[in-house]
């Protein structure tokens, strides 16, 4: 899952940035919104609404819009939007595959914007389960090894339950079946590790290998998607180079 971790990397890069941040609290705020709904407002017993709370800590998002984006999906206070999750699956620059998940209160307009981004950028809008097979879902624990012994920190991840690892540089990347991500999480904070980022995530099962050129096209077009304010996250196959990242990082 070694490609699929370049995208990671350059993702938490990303909800780093300042610039970004305030977009970043908006969708965060929407996947608060869709989980308390579905779950209860209760991140004890609801785990996906625990696993957006931990991310939007992470970003510094005020505890104030937290809890408000918990009392309006469960009732508690107003002007609560009803909010769909969507998923659309098309193709980019060479060919390669794009998955966009997306919570939407106007599906009409979501679609709009998703297929002018990709006929603009030089991809299009594929039918649903076009892409859909060449990714599965994992759950992905970002681990910031400091000091700590990577070793140490595989093991205790593989005892938990891990079914993939992949270090890059003082980064820990552990990669889980849905069902098993918050108990590695928790196995691995109980072991003293500094986690970053815990969340649901789908990893490509192959990757593609563009020039530069059309790579760089690729990522224009990511970046475009993920501007719009109704998606919330968009996967891909692409497989960056080495020199593109650090170019992407810098």
């Given at each position: ?14 909800g780093a940035n300042d610039a970004k941040r305030g977009q970043m609290f908006t ?163 109980a072991a003293g590790a500094n986690i970053e980022t815990a969340e649901r995530t ?49």
């Amino acid at each position: 899952m070694s490609g699929h971790s370049k995208w990671a990397q350059i993702k938490r890069q990303k909800g780093a940035n300042d610039a970004k941040r305030g977009q970043m609290f908006t969708k965060l705020a929407r996947e608060i919104m869709v989980a308390a709904r579905e779950g209860g407002g209760d991140p004890e017993t609801n785990f996906r609404l625990r696993l957006a709370i931990q991310r939007a800590r992470a970003l510094n998002m005020p505890q104030e819009n937290i809890q408000r984006g918990i009392a309006r999906a469960t009732g508690a206070g107003e002007g609560d939007t009803q909010l769909e999750e969507v998923t659309y699956e098309g193709y980019g620059p060479g060919g390669v595959a794009i998955y966009v998940e997306a919570l939407t209160d106007n599906r009409n307009r979501t679609v709009a914007e998703v297929r002018n981004v990709l006929n603009r950028n030089g991809g299009n809008l594929g039918e649903n389960g076009s892409v859909a097979w060449l990714f599965e879902p994992r759950g992905i624990v970002a681990v910031n090894l400091d000091d700590k012994d990577a070793d140490e920190a595989t093991l205790t991840a593989i005892d938990a339950g891990a079914v993939d690892i992949n270090q890059d540089g003082s980064m820990l990347e552990v990669y889980t079946n849905l069902e098993d991500l918050e108990a590695v999480r928790q196995r691995l904070e109980a072991a003293g590790a500094n986690i970053e980022t815990a969340e649901r995530t789908f990893v490509p099962k192959t990757m593609v290998t563009l020039d530069n050129q059309k790579s760089q096209q690729v990522i224009r077009l990511i970046e475009r998607l993920e501007d719009l304010d109704d998606v919330q996250n968009v996967s891909t196959n692409l497989e960056l180079s080495q020199e593109l990242v650090e170019q992407l990082a810098s």
